[in-house]
């Protein structure tokens, strides 16, 4: 079993930041992939951000130059950190990784999300 804990989410005027982390531990033979989704209110869960095995990253076109995700690869760990952030990055920040566990079998997990608010 896997378990995701995730902090740094809050309240934030329009222009700040926040950085987002999350720390994966349990039955993570490697990991393939870790990031970021966010959902808000009446929207659909998108991804924001992904660094997948070997330090490609992906964005989404609305966080590209705001936004940069790094890892700490023997600590299992992902941060997220959100700059210029606008009133539309606001919402349930999920944590996600994506692994090979035991029989090297792949599994996916989430976080149980932490909100972010941005006031106009």
């Known amino acids: 079993q896997v378990q995701l804990v995730e902090s740094g989410g809050g309240l934030v005027q329009a222009g700040g930041s926040l950085r987002l982390s999350c720390a994966a531990s349990?039955?993570?033979?490697?990991?393939?992939?870790m990031g970021w989704y966010r959902q808000a209110p009446g929207k659909q869960r998108e991804l924001v951000a992904v660094?997948?095995?070997?330090?490609?990253?992906t964005y989404t076109d609305s966080v590209k130059g705001r936004f940069t995700i790094s890892r700490a690869n023997a600590k299992n760990t992902v941060d997220l950190q959100m700059n210029s952030l606008k009133p539309e990055d606001t919402g349930v920040y999920y944590c996600?990784?994506?692994?090979?566990?035991?029989?090297?079998?792949?599994?996916?997990?989430w976080g149980q999300g932490t909100q972010v608010t941005v006031s106009s």
């Open positions: 996600n990784v994506k692994y090979r566990g035991i029989h090297w079998a792949q599994y996916e997990d």
């Open positions: 349990g039955s993570i033979f490697s990991v393939d992939a």
């Open positions: 660094m997948h095995n070997g330090g490609n990253t």
